[in-house]
């Protein structure tokens, strides 16, 4: 009747693996106690063609310092998507970096 049981051997390394990758992807959260500058105000190179969107550049934190990664043209993803930029907020005494997205 009971045949299709996961034994309890088996099932508390499945849930001892979900909490760990859990926990991993919440420890993946760096917090950088300098503050980024301020964004440098690109030039833009022309539009590739009709329906690309500019997605700003910024800066990034590599460790040590804060590197500007160029801001480029991109397709959405979908029609009506929006660009929801790449940002900083302040968490835990310092600042996180918070990736940009099609929304």
Known sequence: MFRNRIPGKKWIGLVFA???AGSTAMAAEVI??????????????????????????????????YLWVPGRWELPPRAHARWVAHRYVRRGGGW????GRWR
């Open 32 to 65: 950088i106690r300098v503050a980024p500058p301020r964004p440098i105000v690109e030039t833009r190179i022309v539009r590739p063609g009709p329906g690309y969107f500019w997605i700003g550049g910024y800066h990034r934190w590599d460790g040590r310092a």
């Open 18 to 20: 979900g909490v760990l």
């Open 96 to 99: 996180v970096f918070v990736e």
